[in-house]
T-cell receptor
Framework: AQSVTQLGSHVSVSEGALVLLRCNYSSSVPPYLFWYVQYPNQGLQLLLK??????LVKGINGFEAEFKKSETSFHLTKPSAHMSDAAEYFC???????????????FGKGTLLTVNP | ETGVTQTPRHLVMGMTNKKSLKCEQHLGHNAMYWYKQSAKKPLELMFVYNFKEQTENNSVPSRFSPECPNSSHLFLHLHTLQPEDSALYLC????????????????FGPGTRLTVL
């Protein structure tokens, strides 16, 4: 069984400040982890993914996330927030098997990021 | 067209109407998904299709009827809906089989905003 917990349903930062969105996961198999972003009235867009290669993953728009197995965490960061980063962010976890068949993506409840001028 | 497209983008219907949502993916994938996204709730997986065969139905009421005529197209037929069915309906696709399937990266369409009066 898999689950994702996103701490904080709403995070507010000032423009230029550090962005930190928290995600903790639970998985019975080695996880694959994703961050998606959703802008208003749009679908989900993949920001970055961890697929058991490097533990520090760089994504689009200056975001990155670090996989920490000991803490079961995959927090999303960006050094300097921009107004255009205002959106909802979803963390998701997927298991895998050697047979290669799809496992479900399990999503967190999302964190709404607002950026103040 | 590229990626995953959904039509219509907005739909208003009465409880006695019958309507259909359409999704098309241009990525060569063979797995497709319907999700429901309601305000203040996590993303809910509704249906999964692999190679045109339904592989998952998450206890969705029968007033939602999916159809997958081929690996590129997915429909959601709607009839006698309730006001609580108002939500954003998202379609996604992924590649089943092979290495890419092991982490199940899903690509999302922009969604259909459904309002049931």
């Amino acid at each position: 069984a898999q689950s994702v917990t996103q701490l904080g349903s709403h995070v507010s930062v000032s423009e230029g400040a550090l962005v930190l969105l928290r995600c903790n996961y639970s998985s019975s198999v080695p996880p694959y982890l994703f961050w998606y972003v959703q802008y208003p009235n749009q679908g989900l867009q993949l920001l970055l993914k961890y697929t058991s290669a490097a533990t520090l993953v760089k994504g689009i728009n200056g975001f990155e996330a670090e996989f920490k197995k000991s803490e079961t965490s995959f927090h999303l960061t960006k050094p300097s927030a921009h107004m255009s980063d205002a959106a909802e962010y979803f963390c998701a976890v997927s298991g895998h098997n050697s047979g290669g068949s799809n496992y479900k993506l399990t999503f967190g409840k999302g964190t709404l990021l607002t950026v103040n001028p | 067209e590229t990626g995953v497209t959904q039509t219509p983008r907005h739909l208003v219907m009465g409880m006695t109407n019958k309507k259909s949502l359409k999704c098309e993916q241009h990525l060569g994938h063979n797995a497709m998904y319907w999700y429901k996204q309601s305000a203040k709730k996590p993303l809910e997986l509704m249906f999964v299709y692999n190679f045109k065969e339904q592989t998952e139905n998450n206890s969705v009421p029968s007033r939602f009827s999916p159809e997958c005529p081929n690996s590129s197209h997915l429909f959601l037929h709607l009839h006698t809906l309730q006001p609580e069915d108002s939500a954003l309906y998202l379609c996604a696709s992924s590649q089943d089989g092979g290495l890419a399937a092991t982490y199940n990266e899903q690509f999302f369409g922009p969604g259909t905003r459904l309002t049931v009066l």
